[in-house]
C-alpha cells in the first residue's frame, strides 16, 4: 500500500530548514496550490502527534485501548477509495501504522502492577 501522505511529510519536514519569514510564503502557497488538502492534513497530523504525546491515554473496560488518531483527510481519503470498512481490518490498520507512524498513541493498560514475588515452594 502506498503512502498518500509522503510527500507532504516530507515538505512539512522540509520546512523546518527553511528561513522563518520564507517558510511563511512557502506554507501559504502550498497551502492555496497543489495537493493542498494532503499538506493542511499532514500539518494537522503533527499538531494531533503533539498533543497525542502530551496526553497520558488508558485502555477501557469494555471498550478497549485508544489505537490511533487519524487527520479526517487521510480516514476520508481511504474510505472512498477502499470502502469505509477497511478501518475494521486489522491488517489495514497494521499498514497505517507503519506507514504513518505519527498516527500511533501509546496507550497503557487497566489495571496497575505494583509487584510481583516469585515464592518458590519446596517440600
Not at 483527510?73 to 469505509?84: C, D, M, P, Q, R
Request: net charge positive; hydrophobic share 30%; glycine share 8%.
Amino acid at each position: 500500500m502506498s503512502n498518500p501522505n509522503c510527500i507532504s511529510t516530507l515538505i512539512a519536514n522540509a520546512l523546518d530548514d527553511i528561513p522563518s519569514e520564507l517558510r511563511t510564503q512557502v506554507v501559504n502557497e502550498f497551502k492555496s496550490g497543489f495537493r493542498k488538502e494532503w499538506v493542511n492534513a499532514s500539518i494537522q497530523q503533527q499538531k494531533i502527534a503533539k498533543q497525542t504525546s502530551i496526553n497520558n491515554f488508558k485502555s477501557v473496560n469494555g471498550v478497549g485501548r485508544l489505537r490511533m488518531r487519524v487527520d479526517p483527510t487521510l480516514y476520508h481519503y481511504w474510505g472512498h477509495k477502499i470502502g469505509y470498512g477497511c478501518w475494521k481490518d486489522s491488517q489495514f490498520l497494521r499498514e497505517i501504522e507503519r506507514d504513518n507512524p505519527e498516527v500511533r498513541v501509546k496507550c497503557g493498560g487497566t489495571r496497575t502492577q505494583f509487584g510481583f514475588q516469585n515464592t518458590q515452594v519446596t517440600s
